[in-house]
């Protein structure tokens, strides 16, 4: 099998939450440049949401929109259904969509808890419940993808909600995958670190954080783009990622690398760019 092979998505569908714009809109048409067609669930950016269906559409490959807010868990079945019976076949889920809210531990709301959590876990959970059994039911080998954060594996100061929905979908990742392991579906997912989105965009920061922080991530010092993260998506939804499950693909610059930062207090690098 040559590598095109191994990559091609042709004949597949996949149904990508938070798919207007950002990460999910980047995936979205990843997928369908290797020849997926593309389903898009949205929240309120319609506009965002047709651009991206276009785009999908340019590439030759089918394109479906859907408006939802995820945080209503009860509505997911019926979501999961429309999107079947449109499509035919759903083989490539991936849960892209999130949400944040920047606040100290004792400020946060049971609203705004609860929200983030229904976002960000809740709806990981029952939307994959919904189409994995319909894949099962169809003899599909599918491929879920969730997009976590490398906030599940470590915390951050004033995201306790956005933390512990990140670390749940780690774990929720790999009970999924335990489970659906016997029927060929495959269970994943991709955790960025500071990739430029629109997420946490009007987070109440200094600015100066933002220059701290690149300051800390190894790979030239920059924050990841929404391109960063297509490859890996790619792969894990491609026969080149079918032996691969329960796993995690980090996607940060190194963030995670460090635990305690010290180059900048050693003696300066020979190395020299030529």
Same mark, same amino acid.
């Given at each position: ?56 559409? $340019? ?31 759903? #083989? ?18 049971? *609203? ?28 599909? $080998? ?7 954060? $490398? ?18 979908? *780690? ?56 391109? #960063? ?46």
């Amino acid at each position: 099998m040559s590598v095109k092979e191994r990559f091609d998505l042709t004949g597949k569908v996949a149904l990508v939450t938070g798919g207007s714009r950002g990460i999910g809109r980047a995936i979205a048409v990843g997928l369908a440049e290797h020849g997926a067609d593309v389903a898009m669930v949205y929240r309120s950016a319609e506009a965002e949401a047709a651009s991206a269906a276009e785009a999908v559409r $340019k590439l030759g490959r089918r394109a479906w929109t859907y408006k939802q807010d995820l945080a209503e868990t009860d509505k997911l079945a019926c979501l999961a259904q429309r999107a079947w019976n449109d499509c035919g076949r759903i #083989d490539i889920l991936v849960n892209n969509a999130g949400m944040a809210y920047l606040e100290r531990f004792e400020e946060i709301t049971p *609203e705004h808890w609860r929200r983030v959590l229904a976002v960000n876990l809740d709806a990981v959970f029952f939307l994959t419940q919904s189409i994995s059994r319909r894949m099962v039911e169809a003899g599909i $080998k599918g491929r879920i993808i969730n997009l976590s954060s $490398k906030n599940g594996f470590v915390a951050e100061a004033g995201l306790a909600h956005y933390n512990a929905s990140k670390g749940g979908v *780690e774990l929720l990742t790999q009970s999924l995958a335990i489970e659906l392991g016997p029927f060929g579906i495959t269970v994943n997912t991709i955790a960025p670190g500071i990739i430029e989105t629109e997420i946490g965009g009007e987070f109440d920061l200094d600015p100066a954080f933002f220059d701290y922080y690149k300051e800390h991530i190894p790979l030239e010092h920059r924050f990841g783009s929404v391109e #960063d993260c297509v490859g890996a998506a790619v792969f894990l939804a491609s026969r080149a990622g079918a032996y691969m499950t329960g796993q995690h693909l980090i996607i940060d610059g190194g963030v995670l690398c460090e635990q305690v930062p010290r180059m900048q207090f050693m003696p300066a690098s020979k190395l020299r760019r030529e």
